[in-house]
């Protein structure tokens, strides 16, 4: 996921064909569909770019690495986890931080993208506060992983967790993160090359999938799934 100061960027790419300002929904899954994706130089730069990088980031939605004290702390439940209850609250959990790629444009457009029904985020809470979670695009059998924040430790690690269990019941093929981290190798994310990348996206795209089909999983789902499939 894009994080500024981790991961490598390729430099700004040509954008997809028709790419003419202004930039609607509708193009962003054109380009989704296609492989690349939008970022911003700061928060106060209007203007966007479109990435390709050279090496993709993935997280295996059956490789997903779950230590001891992790599987512990998500059998303890510290939170609740909930699915498109606060989109808002996410993103903008995601954007602060000194550094961001997120913009008003991004807000705007994801924001529409979530009424559309192709960006979707989860949330953990504690009580009514909202202590971390993670959003992205769902296309297909494909969900582009944009961002996450953690409030509490380990919070980031559950939204995570949560999302890759929840995805692959839902029929999912593939989880983007973009660019591999330290945080998301230590779960099991690795990178694969760009030809690589293009051609599980293919295959991703055609697979049937539904994020809202089935409810989210219990904590005691999550660690058995994981610890089977991993």
């Known amino acids: 996921m894009k994080t500024w100061g981790k991961g ?34 700061s928060r106060d730069d209007p203007r966007l770019f479109w990435v390709d990088p050279e090496a993709r980031g993935i ?45 008003d444009t991004i807000v705007q457009l994801y924001s529409a993208l979530h009424r559309m029904g192709h960006a979707h985020s989860f949330e953990l809470w504690e009580g009514t506060t909202l202590v971390g979670g993670t959003y992205g695009i769902s296309l297909g059998g494909a ?36 660019f591999l981290t330290d945080h998301l190798a230590s779960l099991g994310g690795i990178e694969v090359s760009r030809a690589t ?18 409810p989210l999983p219990d904590a005691q789902s999550v660690v058995q799934v994981i610890t089977q499939t991993s």
């Open 143 to 178: 969900f582009f992983g944009e961002s996450m924040f953690s409030r509490r430790r380990d919070a980031s690690k559950l939204a995570l967790a949560y999302a890759v269990t929840h995805l692959s019941a839902c029929g999912f093929r593939l989880f983007d993160t973009q």
């Open 197 to 214: 990348y293009h051609g599980l996206l293919e295959a991703a795209l055609r697979a049937p999938a539904d994020i809202t089909s089935r």
């Open 59 to 103: 997280l295996p939605l059956d490789g997903f690495h779950l230590s001891r004290s992790l599987r512990k702390r998500i059998r303890q439940a510290p939170f609740r986890v909930s699915l498109n209850e606060d989109f808002a609250g996410v993103v903008s959990g995601c954007a602060d931080r000194p550094t961001t790629w997120i913009n």
């Open 8 to 41: 490598r960027l390729a430099p700004p790419s040509a954008p997809p064909p028709g790419a003419d300002p202004p930039l609607t929904p509708q193009l962003l899954l054109r380009a989704y569909a296609m492989g690349v994706f939008p970022m911003a130089d």
